[in-house]
Each structure stands twice: as C-alpha cells, then as structure tokens.
Nanobody, 117 residues
Framework: QVQLVESGGGLVQAGGSLTLSCAAS????????MGWFRQAPGKERESVAT????????HYADSVKGRFTISRDNAKNTVYLQMNSLKPEDTAVYHC??????????WGQGTQVTVSS
C-alpha cells in the first residue's frame, strides 16, 4: 500500500532552519505532484508548497516565499522541504501528500515542527 513517511521535524529557535523529508513507497513516484501542508492547533490545514512530478514547477504560500524551498529526488522517491528563517508562526504539524492535478489523495502522518521565540 501507499506510504508517505515524514521525518526531520523538531524544536528550533526562531531564525533557525530545519529540513523535512518525506519518503514515498507503494506508488509510482513520478506520476505524482507532491506537496507539503501544515496544520497548527485550532487552525485549518494550509498548503505550504507544491512541486510538479519533474520538479520543474513549484508553488509556495505567500507566508513562506523566500524562506522555504521544496525539492524532490525521484531516484530516491523522496520530497524535501528546506525551511530557513523559521518563525514561531511556522509551528505546526507538517504533512506531505501526493496527488494529481491539485487533488492530493495520499497523506503522511505528519511531523511536528515547533519554533520557539
């Protein structure tokens, strides 16, 4: 079955950096657009960044533009989220997801990112 497993979350001070990874299995990775989403307590889930199957097209939420970078390694079936200049408002559970044409159908369990001020 399809599995998406995130790693790399943790506690970091404001201004610091983290890199999240999401390893995919059970699917043909290059068929899928990949995305990172986050959900903070009491808030709705929001899209953080998405990347096309080839990696040639990326999109970011305005709140993370210039600070976060999404990338993928199709040889390793892995998608990454490099997060720099982290802010307390970036604190959330981060999920990766796989989808087609903007419909994300497979989701990981998530990894907690906590940014202290």
């Amino acid at each position: 079955q399809v599995q998406l497993v995130e790693s790399g979350g943790g506690l970091v001070q404001a201004g610091g950096s983290l890199t999240l990874s999401c390893a995919a299995s059970g699917l043909t990775f290059t068929w899928y657009q990949m995305g990172w989403f986050r959900q903070a307590p009491g808030k709705e889930r929001e899209s953080v960044a998405t990347i096309s199957w080839s990696g040639g097209s990326t999109h970011y939420a305005d709140s993370v533009k210039g600070r976060f970078t999404i990338s993928r390694d199709n040889a390793k079936n892995t998608v990454y989220l490099q997060m720099n200049s982290l802010k307390p408002e970036d604190t959330a559970v981060y999920h990766c997801a796989a989808g087609v044409d903007g419909r994300f159908v497979y989701w990981g369990q998530g990894t907690q990112v906590t940014v202290s001020s």
